[in-house]
C-alpha cells in the first residue's frame, strides 16, 4: 500500500473512530499542543491536524 498512514482508517462496518479534529476542537485553540495533549489525555488516540507553512 503507497500509504501506510491509511491503515489507521481500515476496519470493517462496525468500527467506530474517534478522532480529535484540531485537537480539542472547540474546547481549546484549535491546532495547538494544549488541545492535542487535552485530546490524548481524555483516550482519544487519533489526531487529525493542519500544516501551514
Not at 6 to 28: D, E, Y
Not at 29 to 42: A, Q, R
Amino acid at each position: 500500500m503507497p500509504f501506510p498512514q491509511v491503515l489507521v482508517f481500515s476496519g470493517n462496518a462496525k468500527t467506530v473512530r474517534l478522532v480529535g479534529h484540531r485537537g480539542a476542537r472547540g474546547l481549546l485553540p484549535e491546532n495547538s499542543t494544549i488541545g492535542f495533549d487535552f485530546t490524548l489525555s481524555i483516550g482519544i488516540n487519533l489526531l487529525k491536524f493542519g500544516v501551514f507553512l
